[in-house]
């Protein structure tokens, strides 16, 4: 084996967006890494000046077409403050039923198309049906019932249209969300199903300290509603989010880095809001967590298709008991009276926390806004996994290592889209 | 003709009655602001006490503070929808051995009883069966579905904003064609006075309680079409209208319309006697053929389309078409208007453009 | 190698959800992979293989001057090129910055301005190479996207209607969100595509599918305007994901003087 | 209503019929003549001047002349220029394969009505398709007809249809035949120029002339005007439209032009019932 090595992965794949990792070994030593993002850039937060606060869900949406719930509902929040509107309960749950569509269709995707595949040696999901046809069409059916259930609240799968600042433009009746009823079920046995499955990959042995930051809810596993915790000790209102949080813009890359204030690197995702708020999963969330063997805290990222899996089983299991407990809100949205404000908004996208920020002016246009995407917020510990993973498994030969790497990267599911877009892995051994 | 006199409550118990006898009973129903055709169970499924303002371009309900059940006229949607559906598959083609075989789809045509079709509707129910039954072929599917329904006329008590059905001799009273026609009577309490049009009409007259209905009802149900046919929104000329509008193909008029057409499309698809369709065919990546069908509108471009071109690329002539169409070729290929005067295309124009208003002008222009 | 048809996904500036919408084809997928070889398909395989392609689906709009030359390569490579979405048929939500000036753009979202290398416009894929075909709609759908595939491989004339969401509208049944309630909807101008959503969600259609056949902008604005829209507002709805549209963008410029 | 309809019901007329290709002939570069047999017991009898729907598994379904002999059962003829998705499919048929058809539809010409008369036959192009017949059945008919003569205009001598019929043609005593084309290199035998300038050319007694005249519309304006400054009578020239169809049996309202369905009642017509719409734009 070479003393030096380097590894230039140009286009990652099987990620959401653009973008490419480069290392640079010295045997065991990392002389350089970085893991790039080189979507090009689209401006949004300058193109929301001067647009009207009710436009800022469906534009932000376009953000990123993996995960538009998220945009949707972190924009609605912020906004909600900045113009002091109390959604009624009822509202508010159907929101959390939209986004339990969102997580059911994301962690869906990303367990059986982006991250099996790593595990059990296939380029792609479609290869990996050729030898389990039955798993990847399980895998199909339970991401077609998280887009189903977007479609009958959203209007549609990607980009919904139904979601308002104040609520929705229509409110199902009960009878539609029942016909949801069986595919959620059948949903549910095959969450556990694919627990199941995936606790019985061969895991890397790896573990980091990382500071987890999630959102939380006293009564529920949050999805977007909440206030930002971590595992030391933070414990922030959404608003707060600025004064704990920082933004660096790297050159390497098209998006910008986040890191806390004088702490550094955190983790965003599954893992983390599993860490925070394991004993708020559902019932039988929280029992198939157990049989998997994942225990209150998970800090193996390698594990954490574990982690989706389970999130998927609650995913459906808050869905079916959100729809139980339905009744047809009187209106589908809170009026809206515009006007001067600025509003903090976040909520928990399939990938982590996403923060948006928004003053406003008067009639309610749009004078700036912030949205800090998860992916960005992960960077710092992307890299940082990659440095303490590689000393320990530069024995392994180009290929492997970089197919470890690129795992590794996928391993927080990154979107790159949102992050602006797309991996690509150099890697250098001199 | 027999009829009977009934309150509220015998409605019901003809509703009853048809469901009893395995109909569906599609009525009037008041669905997001408008009044839509629907499963009906009860006369309390009905919009009660709704009435509409409907002028071009607009439509919205208005409670009418009454107990009237048929306070309202025509919405946005007709009975076409149910006789010739907006897609229906025609055939599947199988390849095997070498050869195709062609198999008819099906044809789902459950027993329905349409509840509160009015005069124009009925009228335009007949355009359409000319259509489709009457004129050399039979479409197997619209065939089985008009055999299938069996239709409760109710006579229009008042005029919408954008009715004419009195200049285009189709409405508001109705004389036949119906299994059963219902007249609502006002006063206190409401009466409703039914008659038969068909044996099946009669069983069903047969089992509903009332009193037989008498001179004194038969002239009060005149009266409340009689108030309709006063109380019309709009009018149409007719006289002459076909050698008018054929023989005008280059008024100026064509041109102004279009300019404020959307060639949207609206109009047609709002029409209950527009019927065209195009095809379509499809072979899905792991199955069979189907050539389907779907509405279409001579308003868009490729209704025209010769390989290349479009006939019709100019909105004027698609408008033109159209209005020449409804008002007077009609005539010459299914020997009546297209029009029956149920204000539709006026109605549900976003821009509000009104087809009596148009043949106004083309005649006044063309008199000049 | 198999004789199939070899299918390659691009993607330039875009949010990544007409891409998605291949792998939303839940029902589709397999019968397509098993119709198509997925040459190359970076969202969803780390396989790649090479050109030519027969088919090509291309996302996103050039932004950038390394994309502008990449869609030069992409095409050499493609017998077929099918754009897919408002990004690459019209330049998208970010052709927005088309009215702006983009350094100040840069410098709002960014701290290091001189980091950022980009085009001061954001234009649709036939502006740089002669297109095949095109599916609008932000995002497309997948029936459209099937069928365009369906198509191309039995060598039809995909069904992808020109004409308007109203005709949608009206096949669905909905009652007309503009004439019941007086709400703004860019329905009559607007291509059909998408299944005529909004109004069934009690929302005008906000125009994710670009300009229809003849879409007779100005004078739907002039019904908009009888219901009491604004022309700032007018601007807005015109300039959103198909912005850069001609049909909408000169009725927005014409407002927006 | 139940009462007032009965229709057969088994009787679907959208749905077509297998039948088998079993010989084609590339008459031009883009223009193939195809002979079909049916596969079941739908027999196609027509007049001259009628058309089929012709159905290509899953990629759709066109109108289509029907261009044989009429006294020549079990076999159907039909030739087609490949100018989009359904007749390209059609011209890369092979024999052996299997199609739909339904049919015949439409008007034919008025052939019934020219014993005694001088028949004057001008095709355009892929116009001869639909006079083929026509021209058959004259000549079967030859002792009842006076004068009989076909006068043929195509692009290029490349783009001439039925070249065999054309030798026996122009070798037959019983017809005048005279062609011409657009544009053609020196060793082009016939004429070149418009296919009017044949007119002189050919003997018949105007007033008791009948025309069939199919061809792009411009030519057939051209040609009934000529025909009408020699002194033919507008009743007594047919035309032959086209427009847009999905059905053939209209229903589907497509070819739709003025008064007429084309499928129904046409698609021959009288110049003299069309010579007004002829002169509108876009109708
Ligand atoms: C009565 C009649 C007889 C005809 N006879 C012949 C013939 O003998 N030989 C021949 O080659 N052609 C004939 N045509 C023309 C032929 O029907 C068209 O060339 C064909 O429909 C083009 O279809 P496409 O799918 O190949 O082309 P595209 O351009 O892809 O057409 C798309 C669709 O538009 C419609 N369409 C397009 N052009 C026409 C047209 N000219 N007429 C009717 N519908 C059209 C069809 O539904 C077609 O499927 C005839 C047309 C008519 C109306
Ligand atoms: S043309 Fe207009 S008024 Fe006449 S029947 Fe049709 S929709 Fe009704
Ligand atoms: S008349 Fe009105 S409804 Fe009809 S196409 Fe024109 S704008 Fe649309
Ligand atoms: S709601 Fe909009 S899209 Fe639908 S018919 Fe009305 S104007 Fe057209």
Redesign the interface.
């Known amino acids: 084996m070479h003393d030096e090595r380097t590894f230039d992965v140009p286009?990652?794949?099987?990620?959401?967006?653009?973008g490419a990792l480069y290392v640079k070994l010295e045997g065991d030593r990392v002389v350089d890494l970085s893991f790039r993002i080189f979507?090009?850039?689209?401006?949004?937060?300058?193109?929301l000046?001067g647009?009207?606060h009710s436009?800022a869900p469906?534009?932000t949406a376009?953000?990123?077409?993996?995960c538009?719930v998220a945009y949707q509902l972190s924009s609605c929040n912020a906004m909600e403050q900045a113009l002091a509107i109390e959604l009624p309960r009822e509202l508010q749950q159907l929101r959390r039923l939209l986004y339990c569509g969102e997580w059911i269709e994301s962690h869906a995707?990303h367990v059986y198309?982006?991250h099996a595949?790593d595990f059990l040696g296939y380029?792609?999901?479609?290869?990996m049906?050729e030898d389990f046809?039955e798993r990847?069409?399980t895998g199909?059916?339970m991401?077609?019932i998280g887009?189903h259930l977007m479609t009958v609240l959203g209007?549609?799968?990607?980009?919904p249209?139904?979601v308002?600042v104040g609520g929705?433009?229509?409110v199902p009746r009960r009878s539609e969300l029942d016909a949801l009823i069986p595919d959620l079920e059948w949903g549910l046995e095959a969450a556990l199903d694919t627990v199941s499955w995936v606790a019985g990959f061969p895991f890397q042995d790896f573990e980091r300290d990382y500071e987890f930051v999630a959102m939380q809810h006293p009564d529920e596993y949050a999805m977007h509603e909440g206030r930002i915790v971590s595992n030391r000790g933070l414990d922030i209102a959404v608003e707060q989010w600025p004064a704990v949080f920082e933004?660096?813009?790297?050159?390497r890359s098209?998006a910008?880095h986040a890191r806390i204030r004088e702490r550094g690197s955190y983790h965003l995702g599954p893992m983390a809001r599993y860490s925070l708020n394991s004993e708020r999963l559902t019932p039988t969330a929280r029992r198939a967590a157990d049989q998997a063997g994942l225990g209150p805290i998970c800090r193996n990222p390698f594990r954490s298709i574990v982690v989706r899996a389970v999130e998927t089983v609650f995913a459906f299991e808050e869905a079916l008991r959100l729809i139980d407990g339905y009744r047809r809100p009187a209106e589908?949205a809170v009026l809206v009276d515009p006007g001067p404000g600025e509003g903090h908004g976040a909520s928990e996208a399939p990938r982590g926390l996403l923060y948006h920020h928004y003053v406003l002016g008067a009639d309610g246009v749009i004078e700036s806004a912030r949205i800090v995407p998860p992916t960005s917020q992960n960077q710092l510990s992307i890299e940082e996994d990659l440095r303490t993973f590689i000393p320990t498994h530069s024995h392994l030969d180009d290929d492997r290592l970089q197919w470890e790497l690129?795992q590794a990267i996928r391993n927080y599911d990154p979107?790159i889209?949102c992050a602006t877009?797309?991996l690509d892995l150099t890697v250098d051994r001199d | 003709m027999d009829g009977v006199l009934v309150s509220r409550s015998g409605l019901d118990d003809l509703i009853s009655d048809l469901t009893q006898r395995g109909y569906e009973v599609l009525g009037p129903t008041r669905v997001d602001g408008a009044i839509v055709y629907d499963r009906i169970g009860s006369t309390a499924d009905l919009p009660v006490g709704w009435g509409d303002e409907q002028g071009p371009g607009g439509y919205r309900l208005v409670d009418r503070g009454d107990e009237g059940l048929f306070g309202y006229t025509v919405g946005p949607m007709s009975w076409k929808r149910f006789l010739f559906p907006p897609r229906q598959d025609l055939f599947t083609v199988s390849r095997s051995n070498g050869t195709l075989t062609f198999n008819q789809a099906e044809i789902t045509a459950p027993e329905r009883a349409f509840f509160g079709v009015r005069a124009c509707e009925l009228a335009a129910i007949g355009i359409q069966d000319r259509v489709f039954l009457e004129s050399g072929f039979v479409d197997p599917g619209y065939a089985e579905r008009r055999r299938s329904a069996l239709v409760v006329v109710v006579e229009c008590g008042t005029a919408g904003g954008t009715c004419f059905c009195a200049s285009m001799g189709t409405g508001p009273g109705c004389s036949g064609g119906f299994d059963l026609a219902i007249t609502e009577l006002p006063g206190d309490p409401i009466d409703y006075l039914v008659r038969s049009g068909s044996p099946a009409g009669a069983a069903l007259l047969e089992g509903l309680g009332g009193r037989p209905a008498g001179d004194a009802d038969f002239e009060r149900a005149r009266r409340v079409v009689e108030q309709a046919a006063a109380s019309m929104g709009r009018s149409l000329e007719v006289e002459g209208i076909r050698d008018l509008l054929v023989d005008g193909p280059e008024h100026p008029r064509w041109s102004e319309v279009a300019e404020r057409c959307l060639a949207c499309g609206n109009c047609t698809l709002a029409c209950p006697t527009c019927f065209c369709s195009t095809t379509v065919d499809r072979v899905s990546l792991d199955g069979d053929a189907v050539r389907s069908r779907r509405w279409d509108s001579c308003f868009g471009l490729d209704f025209s389309g010769l390989h290349g071109h479009s006939v019709r690329a100019t909105v004027k002539s698609r408008y033109r078409q159209w209005m020449t169409h409804k008002l007077a070729t009609w005539h010459d290929q299914f020997g009546s208007s297209g029009c029956v005067g149920c204000g539709r295309c006026i109605t549900w124009c976003p821009v509000g453009i009104d087809i009596t208003q148009e043949v106004r002008a083309i005649r006044e222009e063309a008199v000049r | 190698m198999t004789g199939k048809p070899k299918l390659a996904v691009w993607k330039f500036a875009s949010c990544d959800g007409c891409q998605l919408t291949l792998l939303d084809c839940e029902d589709e997928l397999l019968a397509i992979a098993g119709a198509v070889e997925i040459a190359n398909f970076p969202e969803a395989s780390s396989a790649e293989i090479a050109g030519p392609y027969d088919v090509s689906l291309v996302e996103g709009s050039i932004t950038t001057e390394h994309d502008a030359a990449r869609i030069l390569t992409v095409r050499e490579q493609s017998r077929f090129l099918v754009t897919i979405g408002a990004c690459a048929t019209a330049g998208g939500v970010q052709a927005l910055r088309n009215w702006a000036d983009v350094d100040e753009f840069i410098s709002i979202v960014y701290a290091e301005p001189e980091f950022i290398s980009t085009l001061a416009t954001s234009t649709p894929i036939a502006a740089h190479v002669p297109v095949d075909f095109e599916l609008s709609g932000c995002p497309i759908s997948k029936v459209q996207l099937v069928e365009v595939i369906e198509a191309f491989l039995q060598r039809r004339k995909p069904d992808i209607p020109t004409y308007s969401v109203c005709v949608d509208c009206k096949l669905r049944g909905t009652p007309c969100v503009m004439v019941r309630g007086g709400v703004p909807c860019l329905g009559p101008i607007t291509r059909t595509g998408c299944g005529a959503i909004c109004p069934a969600y009690d929302r005008g259609c906000y125009g994710c599918f670009g300009p229809a056949e003849s879409a007779k902008v100005q004078e739907l604005m002039k019904a908009w305007e009888g219901l009491g829209v604004s022309d700032s507002d007018i601007v807005r709805a015109l300039r959103t994901f198909n912005a850069a549209a001609e049909p909408f963008q000169e009725v927005s410029d014409s407002y927006a003087r | 209503m139940t009462q007032t309809i009965a229709p057969e019901q088994s009787w679907a007329p959208m749905l077509p019929h297998p039948y088998r290709v079993v010989g084609t002939v590339v008459e031009t570069q883009d223009t193939v003549t195809l002979l079909f047999e049916s596969l079941s017991d739908h027999q196609l009898r027509f007049r001259p001047g009628q058309f089929t729907m012709l159905y290509v598994y899953g990629v759709g379904e066109v109108p289509i002349s029907i261009a044989g002999n009429p006294h020549l059962g079990g076999q159907l003829v039909h030739t087609v220029r490949a100018v989009g998705a359904v007749t390209r499919a059609i011209c890369g048929l092979r024999p052996g394969d299997v199609v739909g058809i339904r049919g015949p539809f439409g008007t034919g010409w008025p052939i019934d009505q020219v014993a005694g008369r001088d028949l004057l036959i001008v095709a355009g192009g892929i116009g001869l398709a639909p006079l083929r017949p026509a021209v058959i059945e004259a000549l079967t008919q030859r002792e009842s007809i006076r004068q009989l003569s076909l006068l043929y205009g195509a692009r290029t001598p490349n783009d001439l249809l039925y070249k065999d019929d054309l030798i026996g043609w122009k070798a037959s005593p019983s017809i005048d035949f005279e062609v011409t084309v657009d544009r053609a290199h020196s060793d082009w035998w016939g004429d070149v120029g418009l296919v009017t300038n044949l007119l002189p050319r050919v003997r018949f007694q105007p007033d008791r002339t009948t025309a069939f005249v199919c061809g792009p519309e411009v030519m057939m304006r051209v040609v009934a005007r000529a025909l009408r400054t020699a002194g033919v009578h507008e009743d007594r020239v047919f035309v032959s439209l086209e427009r847009n169809m999905k059905c053939g049996i209209g229903m589907c309202g497509h070819c739709q032009y003025g008064s007429d369905l084309l499928c129904r009642t046409g698609p021959v017509a009288p110049y003299s019932a069309v010579a007004d719409r002829l002169k509108v734009d876009e109708l």
């Open positions: 286009y990652l794949a099987r990620v959401e967006g653009e979507e090009p850039p689209r401006f949004f937060e300058a193109m000046r647009r009207l436009e469906d534009i376009r953000i990123c077409g993996i538009p995707l198309f982006l595949p380029p792609s999901g479609i290869a049906a046809p990847v069409q199909l059916r991401k077609k887009n209007g549609r799968e990607i980009h249209i139904n308002r929705f433009y229509r933004e660096e813009h790297v050159q098209n910008l589908p690129e979107c889209s877009h797309f």
